[in-house]
């Protein structure tokens, strides 16, 4: 399954789109997007992340650098 979630995550960050936690867990119902993230990380994607605010809380939104 994680593999999948990554695969999928990959795709959707390389369509120039961010995502963030809650996102990962309601498009791929992936519940560990931040250790997916470090996976695409390690195989040398160039994904950036920055603190983002949603609503009261502070989350991490991952961007695949360059992607359009």
Same mark, same amino acid.
């Given at each position: &399954?994680?593999? %999948? =979630? !990554? #695969?999928?995550? +990959? ?19 992936? &519940?560990?997007? %931040? =250790? !997916? #993230?470090?996976? +695409? ?28």
């Amino acid at each position: &399954m994680k593999n %999948s =979630q !990554r #695969i999928s995550i +990959l795709r959707h960050l390389a369509q120039g789109k961010p995502i963030t936690p809650l996102i990962a867990f309601k498009k791929f119902s992936c &519940m560990t997007a %931040s =250790q !997916r #993230i470090a996976e +695409l990380k390690r195989e040398g994607w160039p994904i950036i992340s920055r603190m983002v605010k949603v609503g009261d809380k502070r989350v991490a939104e991952y961007r695949l650098e360059g992607a359009q």
